[in-house]
């Protein structure tokens, strides 16, 4: 049994430290797989080294609307030839573009916007999927995924209702299940992943943030992510083999492996 962390930022500087011992403990707990998104110019060459030295490592590019004051026009051009270098070089670990997004609660929504539709669309022509961010935005982003997105991708930290989430589905989308459904107060969410289909969802930590329930403050990490399984498989009422199986495999579809 296999389990894939499909968002971690295991290349951020709250790993430095102990990112080996980090690796070991997810492995000890059965998660072997995982996604660490790009979210400035510059994660590129972090990226590449992570994943030279952790094969279990892959990583996507994109310009995070977290950093948006980090980011340029320009950059898009550079992104580009990044991303088709990579393909070039049929680098086996890069997988995706992401993360990208909109974010309502950061700057200049409206050069967010301009970022991301350029992005989708060096997605779409290159059938990469997207690990999409959002944040109070999701109906916005998906009009923007669906004037030019790719076939596919992931709504990275799925916190919506029911309509919304199926209304991703309907659009070819994952959703990535994270931290929130541990917590018995994410009623919203809670409710709508209890009836929304399986086989359209991914596991998730966002690592180093979104701690799961019980350790709030604390440094997130991927051998966390066995709580947050554990609470998709009593919302869906299901073993939790059968959730490791389908998620899995949800994950190596949605990123093509
Ligand atoms: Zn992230």
Redesign the pocket.
Known sequence: MALFDT?C?LDFDAFDKDRAEVLDRAQATGINYFMV?G?TIDSCSRLLALSEEHSSCYFGLGL?PYFIEKHQFSYIQQLEQQVDQLLQQNNCCFKSIG?IGLDATCADLEFQQQLLREQLQIAKQRHLPVIL?HRKTLDKTLKLVRESGPETGVV?AFSGSYEQGKAWIDEGYFLGIGGTITYQRAEKTRDAIARLPLESMVLET?CP?MPVVGHQGERNEPARMLTTLESLAQLKKISKEVVTEKCFKNSQRLFNL
Request: proline content about 10%; aromatic content about 0%.
């Open positions: 968002h930022h998104p979210v995070h993360e961010h990275h966002d943030d």
